[in-house]
């Protein structure tokens, strides 16, 4: 994975749980299921990178 690629899968990741976590707190759940969403894909791409990369070599 490139390192902006990375960097830029870390960021959306850091976003969607911070989005989660201000859901809970102020009780938005559109905002917290928003923030799960995001983070998910975010793990996802990163999953398939590395798959990706392990069949590789």
Partial sequence: ???KRKASTKTQQV???VKENVGR???NES???EGRT????ADLREAGKKAKD???R
């Fill in 54 to 56: 392990a069949f590789k």
């Fill in 25 to 27: 707190a102020v009780g």
């Fill in 31 to 33: 905002m917290t299921a």
């Fill in 15 to 17: 976003k969607g749980t």
């Fill in 38 to 41: 995001e983070r998910m894909k």
């Fill in 1 to 3: 994975m490139s390192a």
